[in-house]
């Protein structure tokens, strides 16, 4: 006799628990009117939503309009029946990169990082990859098992792409 294991259904909610009420946004190529939002609610109501509500529409550039959406959905699942593989690796501490690196892949490793502008995403790059603030290091002096990027300095699109004929730096590796 096999016990059945109880099922953990669970399924989105926005204002009440499990209502059943999500969000969504999206982009039509139409103009803003009338139309357009039945249109919206038409693609929600297609992905099988009860109860929708078109709650924002507004021109997203010239023939295209964005538009939220909310609406009720069915769908419940159990969450216990989902399997998610799971990588058991132990983080080794900073000091001990060298010894792993070495001792691991036997070789160097060179480490490359890349995002344009001066944005917050290129800002956590650069942190990142010079390990500002950690011991007052930088990445190429800490970590002796790797090699330093073969670019050899920050480049900017502006840098290497206004010049007629000019080309970005190639790695050569």
């Known amino acids: 006799m096999s016990a059945e294991k109880e099922k953990h259904l669970i399924r ?6 499990d ?33 929708v509500l078109v709650s924002a529409m ?21 969450y216990d029946a989902i399997e998610v593989p799971v990588v058991l690796h132990r983080k080794h501490p900073y000091d001990e990169l060298n010894d792993v690196i070495r001792r691991d892949l036997g070789r160097r490793i060179v480490v490359v990082g890349a995002c344009i502008g001066t944005d917050s995403h290129t800002t956590g790059i650069d942190a990142i990859m010079n390990m500002k603030g950690f011991a007052a290091t930088t990445a190429s002096s800490a970590i002796r098992c790797s ?6 300095r920050r480049w900017s699109p502006r ?6 004929g000019r080309r970005a730096p190639t790695p050569s590796w």
Do not use: C, N
Not at 12 to 17: E, F, L, M, N, V
Not at 147 to 152: L, M, Q
């Open 12 to 17: 989105p909610y926005g204002d009440r628990k």
């Open 19 to 51: 209502d059943g009420v999500i969000q969504l946004s999206f982009v039509l190529p139409v103009s803003v009117s009338e139309q357009a939002k039945e249109a919206a609610a038409a693609v929600a109501k297609k992905l099988g939503l009860s109860h």
């Open 58 to 78: 507004e021109q997203a550039g010239e023939g295209y309009s964005f538009f939220v959406v909310y609406g009720r959905t069915h769908m419940q699942l159990d």
């Open 147 to 152: 090699a330093p990027s073969t670019w050899g």
């Open 159 to 164: 840098s290497w792409s206004s010049a007629p």
